[in-house]
């Protein structure tokens, strides 16, 4: 089957052979089957290794004591956390995938923002992913322990725990796709970046909203906490787009060819 990746669209010479519509479909039917082995392949693997996946995210939280509500809980719990695992780091291959099926079809100029773009939200995901590891979820979980010491002993569903990280996780990680935003919205002309300096007053209170929306707990810390990371992300992203954000995207462009 021929493919976009068989051409060559860095020469300067005029490509006048396109590929028919239902080569594209199957190319892309191709892309998406290796993308779902590559995630059941990773699930497999952290299903196998589930009892290190566990340690580690019980590592935010000391003395307490994790039960099950019946017999087949913890297991169903194991199998969820294989699955956004290998989902996790199967993505960057996802996207390469989606890369090299967009590629052909892109202009150079397209292929300096896109590309990046791409990249560039993955690493600020998995940054959100880190910020709520090491910060978010000790902050939240320790407010609840010392709201109840010498009250009650902490005795803790496996399975509500893992979903409460869950979310913490995931609404960390896209809350870190602001600049993304951003950038877009400011390439797409539809705002500048001295009007997006200029609504930092309903940028606050938004961000107060989101903090107290995405964040699964009802404590203030952790609200506060992630308010101040969409703070701090939406100013970088302002910077960013007004520091000559097409030669950013150049050298990053180069960086990612080299």
């Not at 693997?45 to 290190?52: D, T, W």
Request: with cysteine.
């Amino acid at each position: 089957m021929v493919k976009n990746s068989d051409f060559n669209f860095t020469d300067n010479a005029t490509i006048t052979l396109e590929l028919p519509f239902s080569e594209h479909i199957e190319e892309l039917r191709q892309r998406f089957f290796h993308i779902f082995w590559i995630i059941l392949l990773l699930t497999v693997v952290a299903f196998i290794e589930v009892k290190l996946l566990v340690k580690i995210l019980e590592l935010p939280v000391d003395n307490v004591k994790f039960f099950q509500l019946s017999p087949g809980e913890y297991f169903v719990s194991t199998v969820k956390i294989s699955f956004y695992t290998g989902l996790l780091f199967g993505s960057p291959f996802a996207i390469g995938q989606i890369i090299l099926f967009l590629l052909p079809g892109l202009t150079k100029k397209e292929t300096k923002v896109i590309l990046p773009l791409l990249l560039s939200s993955l690493c600020l995901f998995g940054l959100g992913l880190l910020f709520s590891y090491y910060a978010l979820i000790p902050a939240a979980l320790n407010f609840f322990l010392n709201y109840s010491d010498e009250v009650i002993e902490p005795l803790w569903s496996f399975d509500q725990y893992f979903e409460f990280i869950l979310v913490l996780f995931y609404s960390t990680g896209l809350a870190f796709q602001i600049p993304i935003i951003q950038i877009l919205l400011g390439l797409l002309n539809f705002v500048s970046a001295q009007q997006m300096l200029g609504a930092w007053r309903y940028v606050i209170l938004v961000s107060t909203i989101i903090g107290a929306v995405l964040t699964p707990s009802t404590d203030p810390l952790t609200q506060l906490l992630l308010s101040f990371a969409i703070l701090l992300l939406y100013f970088s992203g302002v910077v960013v787009f007004s520091r000559n954000c097409c030669f950013f995207f150049d050298c990053f462009f180069l960086l990612i060819v080299s």
